[in-house]
């Protein structure tokens, strides 16, 4: 089994990429936690996963 490093160097990389000499945060950040923390994309609705908060449907 890997170890912490191994499950960060999948999940990370994915969250952020590099333009133009820039970070940046790709995925939907929770609106109550707030930056860093990303929500949970699951088919039919958007899960933080600290503090529970959701978003179903276009509730955006």
């Known amino acids: 089994m890997g170890g ?3 499950k960060w ?3 990370k990389p994915s969250k952020y ?3 133009g000499g820039e970070l940046v945060r790709k995925g939907t ?3 109550n936690c707030g930056p860093g923390v990303f929500m ?3 088919s039919d609705r958007k899960v933080c996963g600290k503090c529970g908060h ?3 449907g276009d509730s955006e």
Request: with cysteine; charged share 35%; hydrophobic share 15%.
């Open 4 to 6: 912490a490093g191994e």
């Open 17 to 19: 990429s590099v333009e």
């Open 29 to 31: 950040e929770c609106p």
């Open 9 to 11: 160097k999948k999940s």
């Open 40 to 42: 949970g994309e699951h």
């Open 54 to 56: 959701s978003i179903t």
